[in-house]
């Protein structure tokens, strides 16, 4: 074994270690000397490895988020972008119901205005669901209310359910608030027949970046011209 491949093993060691910690104890039990007694370890190399202990809270967060996605890989697209949405938000609920820990360290964090890696890759799942409705002439807002919207009511609606104890819980919650935002934000024309000035400019809007026959700088005119569209809704 090399010596990265020593240095990745031991990084895994501590993660896979403090991630133990987290779902046994939640954050405070994720302290440096926990985490280095449970991996085996000093200090020093956690402090090498990630910086401090945000650092290692950051790597825990990331590698939750990502062993949940690949646990989640085998469900493919319905074909329908909406409905790929509908069942992206039951997932995001139902991993911070089943950890919420996890969940707490991705969305909560002690500094206003930062986020977590794992929160911004799942952050950018959900806007490639945004995408995928907007090239379908479904989007009936721009892309980026679109996403900050979503992404404020279904980390809203978690959070409530996992303050919530288990038995006073809303069942009825999470899938009302889903379909109010999705029916605040997607029309329900397909995608085949004609969808409308608005679905129409979000759809050539979300696509510009394919479009070869512009320059930049005409792609960036258009761009605010269809935006004017969707932000008027005419």
Do not use: C
């Amino acid at each position: 074994m090399g010596i990265d491949d020593a240095g990745d093993d031991t990084r895994h060691r501590i993660v896979t270690a403090a991630a133990r910690l987290l779902t046994d104890g939640g954050p405070d039990a994720v302290s440096t000397r926990a985490v280095g007694a449970a991996a085996g370890v000093q200090a020093p190399t956690i402090y090498r490895l990630f910086g401090d202990k945000q650092g290692l809270l950051d790597a825990v967060a990331s590698h939750g988020f990502t062993a949940y996605l690949e646990s989640k890989a085998s469900v493919g697209s319905t074909g329908d972008p909406v409905e790929d949405l509908r069942a992206g938000w039951d997932l995001h609920v139902g991993l911070g119901l089943a950890d919420p820990s996890l969940y707490a360290l991705m969305y909560v964090r002690p500094r206003p205005g930062a986020t977590s890696p794992a929160a911004d890759a799942a952050f950018a799942v959900l806007a490639g669901h945004i995408r995928r409705i907007a090239e379908a002439g479904r989007l009936r807002v721009p892309e980026e209310r679109a996403a900050a919207l979503v992404h404020a009511a279904g980390s809203g609606t978690t959070l409530t359910l996992i303050a919530t104890p288990e038995g006073e819980r809303d069942p009825a919650l999470s899938h009302t608030a889903r379909d109010a935002v999705i029916a605040a934000i997607t029309t329900d024309v397909p995608a085949v027949p004609e969808p409308g000035p608005v679905g129409a400019a979000a759809a050539l809007r979300a696509l510009l970046p394919e479009v070869e026959a512009l320059t930049p700088s005409e792609r960036n005119l258009l761009r605010e011209w269809l935006d004017r569209i969707v932000h008027t809704g005419r």
